[in-house]
């Protein structure tokens, strides 16, 4: 890994063509393809159009292993504690269908947290288990108090964001993990917003089980999520699905068998999208080789340089309650219409999202400064 050496930004602006066609700044939607991941998934068509399979360079279980082996050493997760499953829902419903909850027990989730980490958790109600959204707070170092004391003698799951899809606001996850061990509640988390954005350490903020996608901050393609379960959490987890994958020795199909794979990737069922996995893999590639570290500085770095302009020109910065950018950048400014705004920003080849009768904008490592002085000047005479 390259984190020492200073990346060289000019060369990663150019490696995306987005950046002749528009300025791309809702990162934490989805983001557009780089031109060397491209050149890998090419690479892997070109070879399987050759040979199937076989394709030189690229085995099924090699890049499965790979994929996993590099979000292990992000996360800090162990290994056999990684399943590809295709999206943050998906997985979120082998966590919610696959636990033991009693009527009487209650799941406290965030307010305005994404549908993803949301209708998993609906099908409870029906079986009796209360349902409760904790209040969004001010500042996140306020979180883990108000959450602490919403927390009751039947809270037996919490499923929160790390880092809150329309404010930016980012977790204190080892705080909350703390209550959530102390008061012996199940804890889940839904990384999408986080997983490439802030540090996260599953192991350090004792998450037992998480979900995410992987085409936000992991520059991944659509389609592709990752399910985390700690590993003295997995036999807790009744799988829902059983498929050709699910079991040991997996390529051995005949006699069947009735036991589990012994790791996280039971979850993953069945024949996985190998060509989203090669794009997956490449785009993890890339970022090892910028360095997480570098990558989360010049999210921040951007991310700031915006919040700092646009506060020159009148927009009020959420961020600024709490005193720090995540990278996720929500600004309101009085008279102006954010919908609006954001259709008006897109007829300038700017791309940003209304969330909560905000902007929301969020720059990834490719954007540059020049885009980000161009952003602040066109948002500045907007309305
Ligand atoms: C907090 C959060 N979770 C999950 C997702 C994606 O959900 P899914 O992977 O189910 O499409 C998003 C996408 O915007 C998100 O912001």
Partial sequence: MAESKSPDWDKIHSDFPVNDQLIWLNNCGTTPLGDPIRATVNRWLEEYGRRGVDAEGFSYAGVKASIYQRLGSLLNARPGELALVHNTSEGMNFIS???????????????????????????????????????????????????????????????????????????????????????????????????????????????????FSAWKWLLGPLGLGVLYIARNRLEDLRPIFKGTESVPQDNEYLPYKQAWKPTADRFAVSTGSMTDWVYFDASLAYLEEIGFQHVKERIRFLAKRLEDGLRGAGFSVLSDGWGATSGIVAVSREGLDASEAVKSLKGGKIIAAERLGRIRLAPHVYNSEKQIDKVVAVMAALG
């Fill in 97 to 211: 269908h696959g636990l033991s909850l009693e009527p009487g027990d209650e799941i406290l989730l965030l307010e305005n947290e994404y549908p993803s980490n949301v209708y998993p958790w609906e099908h409870w109600r029906e079986k009796g288990v209360h349902i409760r959204a904790i209040p969004m707070t001010g500042r996140p170092e306020d979180f883990p108090a108000t959450f602490a004391d919403l927390a009751g003698p039947r809270t037996r799951l919490a499923s929160l964001s790390a880092v809150h899809w329309c404010t930016g606001m980012p977790f204190p996850l080892d705080a909350i993990g703390k209550v959530c061990a102390e008061r012996g509640i199940t804890w889940v988390v839904d990384g999408s917003q986080g997983v490439g954005l802030v540090d996260m350490d599953v192991q350090a903020a004792g998450i037992h089980y998480m979900a």
